[in-house]
């Protein structure tokens, strides 16, 4: 499981309420990423890191933040959560950027 | 930015017949291309991967193939089994930087017994 791991792995939450969900791993990788999946539109990037306090975003970042103090994790907020945001939610590490991602175990999130 | 096709959206084969799944990709400088198999409930995980410099890759019951000038690779999966039932994903590494990494929609690979 490449040392990944998310919390919560489940979550269901009121529209407008501040969301945040964790990434941790233990192998000091320096790439570090945040997937959300959705029925018919595959994986898409969020956020990525490349070291610590270094974050750009991907192509779904409307809505979302992410921060990264400690190369160890890896930390998505949904500032105020929408029913859009009702997801399967994806971390995900690479050891160099031209190699294969290796996924956490995922973390399903509802909003109502 | 890069561009991934992915076709079918689903596959059905017989238990034992081939399974071929197809992407196509639209950065020509792309040079990495990983596969990916998700369970039901379960994480992507890495089957095979190919890189440009090479044609094709093997490894038991499963190969990539990959035309550079063609812009497209496939997957192929011989002698299906019900554990082969799963959701595969394609991907493309457009380089230049640590992003990059752009995923097909996925091929819901059914195999009927």
């Not at chain 1, 409307?62 to 994806?90: C, I, M, N, P």
């Not at chain 2, 499963?62 to 690779?73: E, G």
Request: charged share 20%; with cysteine; proline share 4%.
């Amino acid at each position: 499981d490449a040392g990944i791991t998310q919390s919560p792995r489940h979550k269901v939450t009121e529209t407008g309420t501040p969301v945040t969900l964790r990434c941790h791993q233990t192998e000091n990788h320096r790439y570090m990423y945040w997937y959300r999946q959705d029925p018919g539109h595959g994986l898409r990037l969020i956020h990525y890191s490349y070291g610590v306090k270094d974050t750009d975003k991907g192509e779904v970042s409307d809505g979302y933040s992410v921060s990264r103090s400690k190369t160890e994790d890896f930390l998505l907020t949904l500032e105020s959560a929408t029913s859009s945001q009702t997801s399967v939610y994806f971390c995900a590490i690479r050891v160099q950027a031209n190699t294969e991602a290796f996924f956490g175990q995922g973390t399903r999130l509802t909003v109502v | 930015g890069e561009n991934v096709e992915q076709h079918p959206s689903t596959l059905s084969v017989q238990e034992g017949d081939s399974a071929v799944i197809k992407c196509t990709y639209s950065d020509s400088a792309s040079n990495y291309f990983p596969w990916y198999k998700q369970e039901l409930g379960k994480r992507p995980q890495l089957i095979i991967d190919i890189r440009s410099n090479v044609g094709e890759k093997k490894d038991q019951r499963i190969a990539v193939t990959l035309n550079k000038t063609a812009k497209h690779f496939s997957l192929h999966i011989t002698e299906t089994q019900p554990e082969d039932s799963a959701v595969y994903f394609c991907a493309a590494y457009s380089g230049g930087g640590a992003d990059g990494l752009t995923f097909g929609k996925g091929t819901h690979l059914i195999i009927q017994p």
